[in-house]
């Protein structure tokens, strides 16, 4: 599975973007999909996931109730909806996925996107 993630840019604080992670290669069918982000001079942390069926999501407490994970199989393409952004949002923002269930840690995805720019301003 290949992952092209995009959608970032530079937004000011309490504004919204949607990051969208399109797959290729191979359906995202059977697979977990999983947003991270990374904050320069951070470890990568955890954001959302989504169950391959869309039934069950994660969140990080950080980004309850701002941020909603979808995905549209039709499209092979996994969303993330961000809205009141705040400074500490600011990162890195990579997509992976991983055949099976749904986890939270990064360790055990097996493929990753690029990753998109994703920059709030005060």
Not at 60 to 82: E, W
Not at 88 to 112: L, M, P, Q
Request: glycine share 14%; with cysteine.
């Amino acid at each position: 599975v290949q992952l092209q993630a995009s959608g970032g840019g530079l937004v000011q604080a309490g504004g919204s973007l949607r990051l969208s992670c399109a797959a290729s290669g191979r359906t995202f069918g059977g697979h977990a999909v999983g947003w991270f982000r990374q904050a320069p001079g951070k470890e990568p942390e955890f954001v959302a996931a989504i169950s391959w069926s869309g039934g069950s999501t994660y969140y990080a407490d950080s980004v309850k109730g701002r941020f909603t994970i979808s995905r549209d199989s039709a499209k092979n393409t996994v969303y993330l909806q961000m809205n009141s952004l705040k400074p500490e949002d600011t990162g890195v923002y990579y997509c992976a996925a991983k055949k099976g269930v749904i986890i939270k840690t990064r360790y055990g995805y097996d493929y990753w996107g690029q990753g998109t720019q994703v920059t709030v301003s005060s």
